[in-house]
C-alpha cells in the first residue's frame, strides 16, 4: 500500500454548500453523543441492569430495519436537504423530552424507550438523506476529500460530545440534555441554509420493485456487498461501546468523566488517522487497507477487553478508532463513486441498517453476554470474532481484496486489481 500527499487538503470547503453541510452534522453528531453517554450512564444509575444498556441500542435500531423499503426511497424522491433539516428538528424535540423527564423526575425505561423509538425514526429518514446529499453539494473531483472530512467531521463530534456529555453529566443531567437540545436546533438551522442542491430524482411507477432496487444494486454489486457486510459483522461483534458504562464503573473504576474518556478514546485516535489521511489519502491497495484496518479493530479490543488499566483501555481505543476509520474511508468511498445518484438514497438506506445492525444490534449483543456470562468475555469473544470476520472476508470477496484505486469503476469491467 501506499500513500501520497494531496494537492488541497480543505478541497471540500472551497464550496459553501458543503461548508454549512459539515457544520450541520458535525453538530448533529456531537449532540447525538451527548445524549448518549447521559442516556446511557442515567439508565445505569436508575436500573443498574447492563441489560437496558443493550436494550437502548436495540430500540433506536429498529425503526431503521422496519423503515428500510420507505426511507431510502424518499431519499431518492423527494429534497434530501428538507428532510435531513426537519428531522434534526425532530430530535432537538427528543433531547428536549429527555430533558423534561429529568426535570420533571419522571426518568424511567419505559419513557424513555418511547422517546428513543422516536429518536430512531428521525435517524431512519435523516440518515440516508444526509448520506446522499454530500454527493450533490460538490464535483467529483473533491468528493473523495470530502468523505474524509465526513468521517473527520463525525469523530471530531466522537471526540468532544462524549467528553463533554461526561462532564456536563456530572454537574447535572439536566445541563447535558439542554445542550444537545441547543446543538440539535443549530444543526437544523445549517442544514436548511444549505443552498437547494441538483439532484437527480427517481421517476420510477411507485411498487415493491422500486423500494427494493438498493437490495438489487447492493447484490449485483459485489464490492459494494462486501463492503457493506464486512462492516456488519465485524462491529457487530467487536462493538464494546455499550458495556463502557459498566467498564467505567466496576472495572476501572471511573465516574461520569472517565466514562466520557473511554467513549472519547476511540475517536481521538481516528482524528489522527483522519488527519493523516487527508494529507496523504491512499493511492493503491485500498481493499488490503480495509481489511488491515478492521482486522487491528479487533486486536485493539481484545486488549480493550482484558485490561484493568485506565491508560491501557484508552490507547486500546484509540487504536479501535484509528483502524475503524481506515475501514470507514475505504468503504465509504467505494460504496459513494460505485452508487449511481439516482439510487443513492436506497443504497444509503440499506447501508444505514448495516451499520445500524453493527452498532445498534452490536450493543444488543454486548448487553445480553455482559447480563449473562460478564462483560469482560463479552468483549473478548468479540474481538476475536472481528478477526474472524477480517479472515473469512477477505478469503470470500476476492473482488474486494483486490480493489487497487478509490477511483470509480469502469462498468465494462473489473476493479483495478492490487
Not at 370 to 399: D, E, K, M, R, S
Request: charged content about 10%; some cysteine; proline content about 6%.
Amino acid at each position: 500500500m501506499s500513500f501520497a500527499a494531496s494537492g488541497d487538503r480543505f478541497a471540500a470547503f472551497r464550496h459553501i454548500a458543503y461548508a454549512y453541510f459539515f457544520f450541520a452534522r458535525f453538530l448533529t453528531a456531537f449532540a447525538t453523543q451527548v445524549v448518549s453517554v447521559s442516556v446511557g450512564w442515567q439508565m445505569y444509575e436508575h436500573t443498574g441492569q447492563p441489560l437496558y444498556l443493550g436494550l437502548i441500542g436495540l430500540v433506536q435500531f429498529l425503526p431503521s430495519l422496519l423503515l428500510i423499503l420507505v426511507t431510502g426511497t424518499v431519499a431518492d424522491r423527494y429534497n434530501r436537504r428538507l428532510i435531513a433539516a426537519i428531522c434534526i428538528f425532530v430530535g432537538t424535540l427528543c433531547a428536549a423530552a429527555l430533558l423534561f423527564l429529568t426535570v420533571s423526575g419522571g426518568f424511567a425505561p419505559l419513557p424513555v424507550f418511547m422517546i428513543l423509538v422516536v429518536f430512531g425514526i428521525e435517524r431512519a429518514f435523516m440518515t440516508p438523506a444526509m448520506q446522499s446529499l454530500a454527493p450533490n453539494l460538490i464535483p467529483p473531483a473533491d468528493l473523495t476529500n470530502a468523505i474524509t472530512w465526513n468521517s473527520m467531521s463525525w469523530d471530531a463530534a466522537a471526540i468532544l460530545g462524549p467528553v463533554a456529555g461526561g462532564l456536563l453529566y456530572g454537574v447535572g443531567p439536566s445541563v447535558a440534555y439542554t445542550v444537545a437540545v441547543l446543538f440539535f436546533a443549530s444543526g437544523s438551522v445549517l442544514t436548511f441554509l444549505i443552498p437547494k442542491p441538483q439532484q437527480r430524482v427517481a421517476h420510477e411507477k411507485r411498487s415493491l420493485s422500486e423500494m427494493l432496487a438498493g437490495f438489487r444494486f447492493i447484490w449485483s454489486e459485489k464490492v459494494v456487498l462486501g463492503a457493506v457486510s464486512l462492516d456488519l459483522f465485524a462491529v457487530l461483534l467487536g462493538g464494546a461501546v455499550a458495556l463502557m458504562p459498566v467498564y467505567a464503573r466496576d472495572i476501572l473504576t471511573l465516574g461520569p468523566w472517565g466514562l466520557g474518556m473511554l467513549r472519547a478514546a476511540p475517536s481521538f485516535g481516528a482524528i489522527a488517522m483522519g488527519v493523516f489521511l487527508a494529507t496523504y489519502p491512499i493511492r493503491n491497495r485500498a481493499g488490503i487497507c480495509m481489511f488491515i484496518g478492521v482486522a487491528m479493530f479487533g486486536v485493539g479490543t481484545l486488549i480493550f477487553g482484558i485490561s484493568h488499566s485506565p491508560w491501557l483501555s484508552i490507547v486500546a481505543l484509540a487504536i479501535m478508532g484509528a483502524s475503524d476509520l481506515i475501514s470507514v474511508y475505504v468503504r465509504e468511498t467505494l460504496i459513494t463513486l460505485w452508487t449511481p445518484d439516482h439510487v443513492r438514497g436506497r443504497v444509503n438506506a440499506v447501508n444505514m441498517v448495516f451499520v445500524g445492525a453493527s452498532n445498534e444490534l452490536g450493543e444488543f449483543r454486548a448487553g445480553i453476554m455482559a447480563h449473562y456470562f460478564g462483560a469482560i468475555p463479552a468483549v473478548v469473544v468479540g474481538g476475536l470474532g472481528t478477526l474472524a470476520v477480517a479472515f473469512l472476508w477477505a478469503t470470500g470477496f476476492p473482488q474486494l481484496r483486490r480493489i487497487d484505486s478509490l477511483n470509480a469503476p469502469d462498468r465494462d469491467g473489473d476493479p483495478q486489481p492490487a
